[in-house]
């Protein structure tokens, strides 16, 4: 039966009006992305992240993200309570040696199915170093690195014009020199000013880094993972001597925590070592790139400068001792695409440049690197970054804890190095799993 053209038309409004409802319902349904919130943790201030979401989130309307700030103290027992209460956050901070402990923890991107992340891409923006711990397999992505902070020699430039020295120290041999002329004491012997603040485990902040640079510097890798047990007990050829790295690390830092040493120049008396160099009490330490924020805060006048951490003279060794810092999605996350955008846009020149700007922690992505490779406060730390190292630490707390008894049973309780080395990596080994 053929349809007057009055009924067609009506047919022909009919299918254009469930036409319209249907692309209405599609557009406001389908085509748009509902509105989506993702809980972020970590140690970085708030005001910092901020201005790096607000950059993320620029390109993502739909998507929110509520940032919570912890002190680096309290975080690690707030993450893992937020685990085992089932409130984890949907993307978390890590550094590198946490990141055993949470790696059961992190969803991983696999790669073979992933359009935007290739393993030649990450090879080619990050180093080796920095990607061990989280590419497996070349095949699963458990985080992005997006800071490789490492170990630096600061200096007060104050103190050094006034000693008439014109150059920071480059190797240990010359740290030791300069003692006599930054050290102040009284006759008694009393420590007015420290030259250098080392020797101890309680004040001196990243002590336990600090003894693994030496360390390494000295010849040991301090722990093979692929046996599955620390090796800084076992001797090596150092300069054509065989020495116990461990043994001779723990002997050269905690001699200037020793009054009877000619190189004393600290104590457990004293304050926190970045405390105290902000104070002027010390004339150099030892510290990452986060001790500037510190020091900017207890002092913003110190004159300070920051030079590359001194190694042993000829020595083949050349190790800068690294922090990396990466971002992991959780495994009890209910946006995992959505948090992996977060983890991607870190992943991009953009996101590693805006990250880089906004806090200052020394870049991951080699791009960053190379076009900040010359800014005058940063130079040090990025240059650094492209020849450090890390080392596999089950439980990092477990590590922090025996090297911190091996520099005082050696510094303060006078016992062998060999014993106490020996002692050390028996309790590390024993509890390997």
Do not use: C
Request: glycine fraction near 4%; charged fraction near 15%.
């Amino acid at each position: 039966m053929s349809l007057t053209p009055k009924q067609r038309n009506i047919v022909i409004g009919v299918i254009a009006a469930v036409i319209g409802f249907v692309a209405l319902i599609y557009f406001s349904f389908i085509a748009k992305p509902r509105a989506i919130t993702l809980q972020v943790w970590g140690i970085e201030s708030v005001e910092k992240m901020t201005q790096v979401f607000d950059q993320f989130t620029s390109g993502y309307p739909h998507l929110t993200i509520f940032y919570t700030q912890f002190s680096e103290e309290e975080y690690h027992q707030a993450l893992l309570k937020a685990f085992a209460d089932n409130e984890a956050p949907d993307v978390f901070f890590v550094y590198d040696t946490w990141f055993p402990k949470y790696q059961n923890k992190a969803w991983p991107l696999y790669l073979p199915q992933d359009k935007q992340i290739t393993v030649k891409k990450l090879l080619e923006t990050y180093s080796e170093t920095s990607l061990k711990p989280v590419l497996v397999n070349n095949s699963y992505l458990y985080g992005i690195p997006v800071s490789i902070d490492t170990l630096a020699l600061y200096y007060n430039q104050d103190i050094f014009n006034a000693s008439a020295i014109p150059l920071p120290p480059k190797t240990w041999e010359e740290v030791l020199d300069l003692i006599p002329k930054l050290r102040i004491l009284e006759p008694n012997g009393r420590l007015i000013r420290s030259a250098i603040a080392l020797g101890t485990s309680n004040n001196v902040r990243w002590a336990t880094d600090i003894l693994s640079a030496l360390m390494g510097q000295l010849g040991s890798p301090v722990v093979d993972e692929n046996l599955g047990r620390v090796v800084f007990k076992d001797a090596t050829l150092w300069q054509n001597q065989s020495i116990v790295p461990a043994e001779a690390a723990l002997q050269f830092y905690t001699q200037f925590a020793n009054p009877l040493s000619i190189n004393y120049s600290w104590n457990e008396n004293l304050p926190d070592s970045v405390i105290a160099f902000s104070q002027g009490k010390t004339a150099l330490m030892i510290g990452y790139e986060q001790a500037v924020d510190v020091l900017r805060e207890y002092n913003p006048l110190l004159n300070f400068k920051i030079s590359s951490l001194p190694n042993f003279r000829n020595n083949p060794n050349q190790n800068n001792y690294a922090r990396i810092s990466y971002y992991l999605v959780s495994t009890q996350t209910k946006h995992p695409k959505e948090s992996w955008l977060f983890l991607k846009f870190l992943n991009s020149n953009e996101g590693a440049d805006a990250y880089y700007n906004i806090t200052h922690r020394p870049p991951a992505n080699k791009n960053i690197i190379a076009a900040y490779l010359n800014e005058p406060l940063d130079s040090t730390f990025l240059a650094q970054s492209l020849n450090s190292w890390i080392y596999y630490q089950y439980d990092y707390e477990q590590f922090d804890n025996v090297f911190k008894q091996m520099i005082d049973d050696v510094g303060i309780r006078k016992l062998p190095p060999h014993d106490v080395v020996l002692d050390g990596a028996n309790t590390l080994n024993f509890s390997w799993k």
